[in-house]
């Protein structure tokens, strides 16, 4: 469903950010992005919102060269993928039903229909009790739950989370990882990238690791680093 | 874009100006002020413009034929001239019932004469003013011809002043519409700085360009037009004040009545001010959009 092949990428201020990646992620699959800072990990996930194009090499998403798509066509990639960011990136002015509704909005969905799936999004992350409350008014852990209800409130066949436990303590942290599990669950395809050694080998999923922007290992229960898989 | 969704950005476009109302309100009164230059402008221009049409209109040179001339062939020799843009024949009869006409009640001194006395003419247009005494020296020298008279040649010279000035006016539009499109550029770009996680959140939602654009669209559109609406009044009071001063003060300047100017004024105003928020607004969002 998400393939790289060969994807290398410069920046236009000459970093070469990633180097030949070759990977494929299926329908369905939990996915860890792991490697240093700078590795680029984001770059990756930047690659499949379409918001960079490759520099070389072919990303597919869904079967379609995204380089190959029209200005018209990229809103509609976009709609099947959610995103979520490290620092939530919610809207201060609108509260937190509406916060979630802005992604239906764009669409043009009915307005009932928009009511209705807000309602039952912010059931599946645990803040119906909270749908009139201003991002400030939440915690940490809790504003990163109406990002995630954001992303997948459009049924997105993906979703991508960029550190979204970096700024969390290690309990919501959790909390957040069982959410993304539960996501997972019900069909969509989940890429994570992480610093998060422990949640990572504790959930001993896929781990992609990167290095210098390359992939240097490719697992399908893996860890965060090969130490650690050695010392269990 | 569906119209509901268009109804609800257009709201937004109006919140975004009010949220910044006091920046709104700067724009909208420089916009204005200038949109009020713009109408003098075009005021100046429409009057300059029929003024120029009433002066080459009088830049004719009439020819009068000798009795038994032929004015087929004085016609075509005429019409061999360069200089010579319409000929138009009036003949001794209809010159004579022209007279009558113009003499109104008094043309029954006209039923005196037992004769028509006034001769085939010739009104010739010439399409370079300054052509004209040379041109009605030659045109003398024609057997058939017994007299040319034109209008004087001073004419010319204010003729081409006027034509010059409208010209300046039309330049000064341009820089005027030019200043009104920067300041509304300026002025949108603010919002749009201030929207910017709104519109990178919206493009990763996938929102298209459209969809992201509207509200700065409306919010430039609105701006135009209540400033092309405050101008607009200014101007109309502006000419009718005119129109009470310049009949008296220029007499010899003719001033194009009130149902004339100032429609086509108000008209200019609102689609100017449209297609600068419209533009204003292209310009400020562009590139956000990449
Ligand atoms: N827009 C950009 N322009 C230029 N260089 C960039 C840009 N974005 C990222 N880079 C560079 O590309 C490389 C990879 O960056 P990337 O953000 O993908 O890394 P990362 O793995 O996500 O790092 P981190 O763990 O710190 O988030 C880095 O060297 C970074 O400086
Ligand atoms: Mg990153």
């Known amino acids: 469903m998400i393939q790289f092949f060969d994807v290398s990428k410069v920046y236009a201020n000459g970093t070469v950010a990633l180097n030949r990646v070759s990977f494929q992620v299926a329908k369905g699959e939990f996915v860890f992005l792991v490697g240093p800072s700078g590795s680029g990990k984001s770059t990756v996930l930047r690659l499949i919102t379409r918001e960079e194009k490759p520099t070389e090499g072919k990303v597919l998403i869904n079967g379609r060269n995204t380089v190959r798509l029209s200005r018209r066509e990229i809103p509609h990639l976009r709609r099947k993928i959610g995103v979520v960011f490290q620092d939530f990136r919610l809207l201060p002015k609108l509260t937190v039903a509406q916060n979630v509704a802005f992604a239906l909005e764009v669409c043009e969905l009915p307005r009932r229909e928009i009511k209705r799936r807000v309602a039952s999004t912010l059931e599946l992350v645990g803040l119906a009790d909270k749908a009139g409350v201003y991002p400030h008014e939440l915690s940490g852990g809790e504003q990163q739950r109406v990002s995630i209800a954001r992303a997948v409130v459009n049924n997105p066949i993906v979703l991508l989370a960029d550190e979204p436990t970096g700024n969390l303590d290690p309990e919501h942290s959790w909390e957040i990882v069982r959410l993304l599990e539960t996501i997972n669950l019900r069909g969509t395809t989940v890429l994570m990238a992480t610093h998060n050694d422990a949640i990572v080998n504790a959930l001993q999923r896929r781990v992609i690791a990167m290095a210098e922007g390359c992939v240097v290992r490719d697992e399908l229960r893996g860890s965060y680093s090969n130490e650690a898989q050695n010392s269990i | ?290």
Do not use: C, H
Request: glycine share 8%.
């Open chain 2, 1 to 290: 874009m569906k119209l509901r969704t268009a109804f609800r950005l257009a709201g937004e476009g109006m919140a975004n100006l009010r949220t910044r109302s006091g920046m709104g309100l700067t724009a909208v009164t420089i916009i204005t002020l200038a949109f009020v230059i713009q109408g003098l402008f075009i005021i100046a221009f429409l009057n300059l413009n029929s003024l120029d049409e009433s002066l080459t209109q009088r830049l004719q040179m009439r020819v009068f034929l000798r009795d038994r001339a032929n004015p087929v062939a004085v016609g075509e020799a005429l019409s061999r001239f360069p200089e010579v843009e319409a000929i138009t024949f009036v003949g001794k009869d209809e010159a004579l019932e022209n007279l009558r006409l113009q003499l109104g009640e008094r043309s029954d001194l006209l039923d005196l004469m037992t004769e028509n006395p006034l001769p085939d003419t010739f009104v010739i247009k010439v399409n370079d003013p300054y052509a004209l005494p040379q041109l009605a020296e030659q045109i003398r020298s024609f057997p058939e011809v017994e007299e040319v008279v034109y209008g004087q040649e001073s004419l010319g010279k204010l003729l081409d002043l006027v034509t010059l000035i409208s010209r300046f006016s039309l330049l000064g539009m341009v820089v005027i519409f030019l200043a009104t499109l920067f300041i509304a550029v300026n002025t949108i770009r603010l919002t749009v700085i201030a929207r910017k996680t709104e519109i990178e959140i919206r493009k990763l939602v996938g929102a298209t360009s459209g969809y992201i654009r509207a509200p700065f669209v409306f919010e430039g559109i609105y701006m135009g037009l209540v400033s092309a609406g405050l101008a607009s009044l200014a101007g109309d009071f502006l000419y009718r004040f005119l129109l009470t001063r310049v009949p008296t003060a220029l007499p010899f300047l003719p001033i194009l009545p009130r149902e004339v100017v100032v429609p086509q004024m108000v008209a200019a105003l609102f689609g100017l001010g449209l297609v600068m928020g419209i533009v204003g607004s292209w310009l400020s969002v562009r590139k956000y959009l990449k």
